[in-house]
C-alpha cells in the first residue's frame, strides 16, 4: 500500500534543500567523546542508511537531531530551525530494547499515540485519528492485528507497529533506529517498501542500519560513522572500500 500524506500537514521551509545540517557536533557521555567534530548535511528526501560499528554513535547523533542529548559544542539545525522547534516535523522509531513491551495497550492503542502530536495531550483521539492509524497499520500489513496487546505479537509484529505508528505522524523527516534488528525476511521487505514509498511522497527517512550487504540494495544515500563522520553521500560514491575499512578497520569486508 502506498503512503498518503496527509493534506493537512504542511512541508517546512528548506534551507538550502536540506533536511538536516550537523556543524562541529561534539557529544560527551562523561568524559568519553561519543560523536566528535561531526560535519554532516542531509538532503531532503532521501533514503540514507546510516552504518558503523558498536559504540559509534549512530543513537547518539539521531537522539541529538530530537533534542534528547545536549551536545557541548556544534549545532544541529533541522529544515532550517532547532531541533526543539522542528519536532513537529519529525518521527522517530526507537530501537526495541528501549521500550516497554508489558506495557497493556492494544496495537490500535500504540499506533495512535503518533497522532498526539497533532491532538495536544488534551484532546482525545476523534474519527479521523483512528482512520489514518488503520491506515498506517494497513500499509504495514498489521491492520488485522489492531485490537490485540502489543505485547502478544511476535518481534517483526512489534517493529511493523512501530513504524506504523511514525507513519501516524504523517511526518517530513523520519528516524529509525534499527528497525530491521531481529525480523525475519519478509517482514525486512515489507519495511523497506514503506520506507520507499515515503521517499516517493517527499520524506526524508535515516535508518540506522547494521547490514552491509544490504546497504547497496535498500538504500540511495549511505554515511559511514565512527564517532566522526567518515563519509556521507551517494551509495555509489560514499559506501567504498576505503571509508569501510576507515569504519570499520582493516578487518572490514569490502564489498564489491
Not at 547523533?61 to 519529525?90: D, K, Q
Not at 490485540?148 to 523527516?173: E, H, K, N, T, Y
Request: with cysteine; net charge neutral.
Amino acid at each position: 500500500m502506498p503512503f498518503f500524506p496527509s493534506v493537512l500537514h504542511e512541508p517546512p521551509t528548506l534551507v538550502d534543500g536540506l533536511a538536516i545540517e550537523v556543524t562541529d557536533l561534539t557529544v560527551m557521555y562523561g568524559e568519553r567523546p561519543v560523536l566528535w567534530d561531526v560535519d554532516w548535511q542531509v538532503p531532503a528526501g532521501v533514503l540514507m542508511a546510516v552504518v558503523g560499528p558498536n559504540g559509534a554513535g549512530k543513537t547518539t547523533l539521531l537522539r541529538a537531531i530530537l533534542g534528547l542529548v545536549r551536545p557541548v559544542a556544534g549545532s544541529i539545525t533541522v529544515f532550517g530551525r532547532p531541533p526543539a522547534e522542528a519536532r513537529r516535523w519529525i518521527a522517530y522509531v526507537p530501537q526495541r530494547t528501549a521500550v516497554d513491551w508489558d506495557f497493556p495497550a492494544t496495537v490500535l492503542d500504540v499506533v495512535l499515540m503518533g497522532r498526539y502530536r497533532h491532538l495536544g495531550w488534551v484532546r482525545r483521539p476523534g474519527a479521523q485519528d483512528r482512520e489514518r492509524a488503520m491506515e498506517a497499520l494497513a500499509q504495514v500489513g498489521m491492520a488485522d492485528l489492531a485490537h490485540r496487546q502489543i505485547g502478544q505479537l511476535s518481534v517483526g509484529q512489534q517493529q511493523r507497529v512501530f513504524v506504523a505508528r511514525a507513519l501516524a505522524q504523517d511526518a517530513w523527516l523520519y528516524l529509525m533506529d534499527e528497525p530491521f534488528a531481529g525480523v525475519d525476511a519478509i517482514t525486512e521487505q515489507a519495511l523497506i517498501e514503506v520506507l520507499r514509498g515515503l521517499k516517493a511522497a517527499g520524506r526524508t527517512v535515516i535508518v540506522v542500519h547494521h547490514d552491509l550487504q544490504t546497504v547497496p540494495l535498500y538504500f540511495e544515500w549511505v554515511t559511514l560513522l565512527n564517532v566522526r563522520c567518515v563519509a556521507c553521500g551517494p551509495v555509489a560514491t560514499a559506501f567504498t572500500g576505503d571509508s569501510l575499512r576507515q569504519t570499520y578497520g582493516e578487518r572490514a569486508i569490502v564489498i564489491s
